[in-house]
Structures are given as C-alpha cells and as structure tokens.
C-alpha cells in the first residue's frame, strides 16, 4: 500500500512562488511514476506535471517554463516548484503515483489548497 501526504498550500500574491511537497510511504519508491493534478472550484481534475521513475518529466501547456517537479528517491519525496503564480493556478493540487509499467495512477493524496490572489 502506497499513501502520499502533500503539503506547502497557502494563500500567495500573483507572481509569488511557492513549493509544495509530497511524502510518500513504501519501500519501492523508486519504482513508482509521479505526478501532480489540480482541481479548481467548479472544474474537473488536470494534469499539471509528472516525473518518471527514471527522472523523465513532462508538464501541461499552461505551467511549462513556470513550475517544476522533482524527486527525492532516498527521502520518498516530490516536489512542485511552482513560480509565477497566477489567480488561474488557484485549486487543490494532489500529488498522485503509479508503478511504473502502469498506465493509470491508482495512488492519490488528500490534496492541498493553492490560493493565489490578485
């Protein structure tokens, strides 16, 4: 069983940065694909980045140059860098984790809230 707790969300001026952070539980933590969504008020789950078991990443259109994902492989860890803030980032952004010959992610977190203000 894989459980992942995020942290780092908080209320952020547009322009701001801020870092947040997923603690992740299992001993194969370096086999596993991860990746951070997000769910703004009254829209659906998006992607936003995702870094593979081997480093590989990949962003979404709208945060590419803006945020980066990371990992911490001895500490169980994710990042998302996260810089340029805009009210448009606004939502609950989850971190999420999957073997790495799997096609879905089946491993989700509680979520943190991101508020950027204008």
């Known amino acids: 069983q894989v459980h992942l707790v995020e942290s780092g969300g908080r209320l952020v001026q547009a322009g701001g940065s801020l870092r947040l952070s997923c603690a992740v539980s299992?001993?194969?933590?370096?086999?596993?694909?991860m990746a951070w969504f997000r769910q703004a008020p009254g829209k659906g789950r998006e992607f936003v980045a995702a870094?593979?078991?081997?480093?590989?990443?990949d962003y979404s259109n709208s945060v590419k140059g803006r945020f980066t994902i990371s990992r911490d492989n001895p500490n169980n860890a994710v990042y998302l860098q996260m810089n340029s803030l805009q009210p448009e980032d606004t939502a609950v952004y989850f971190c999420?984790?999957?073997?790495?010959?799997?096609?879905?992610?089946?491993?989700w977190g509680q979520g943190t809230q991101v508020t950027v203000s204008s």
């Open positions: 870094i593979t078991s081997v480093g590989g990443t």
């Open positions: 299992g001993r194969t933590f370096n086999r596993y694909d």
């Open positions: 999420a984790a999957k073997s790495y010959y799997s096609a879905q992610y089946i491993y």
